[in-house]
């Protein structure tokens, strides 16, 4: 029980510390298919780099009028929750 505890705290600043600011070239792959997906264009007209599912969250997220600049902290909680499950496995 003790050592769950010991690597759940631990990998908290390994994967909520960013290195570096996120990479605006980057997120318009995921955002500019949002905002298509958003505006009603069908799925045959989007070009998707990544996967349709980001883009289906990073939508979800505007939707919801959240800001765009949280979407860095959800993907390091998807690692964090990855790596725990990982552990735990």
Not at 4 to 31: E, G, M, T
Not at 51 to 59: G, N
Not at 80 to 87: D, K, P, Q, S
């Amino acid at each position: 029980r003790l050592l769950s505890w010991v690597v759940a705290v631990f990998l908290i600043p390994l994967c909520f510390v960013s290195l570096s600011a996120f990479s605006v070239f980057d997120y318009s792959f995921i955002f500019a298919p949002a905002l298509r997906l958003i505006h009603g264009f069908p799925l045959s007209q989007i070009y998707f780099q990544y996967d349709i599912f980001l883009s289906l969250i990073a939508a979800l997220c505007m939707k919801l009028g959240l800001d765009l600049n949280l979407f860095q902290v959800m993907g390091h909680l998807s690692f964090y929750l990855f790596f725990i499950g990982t552990f735990w496995l």
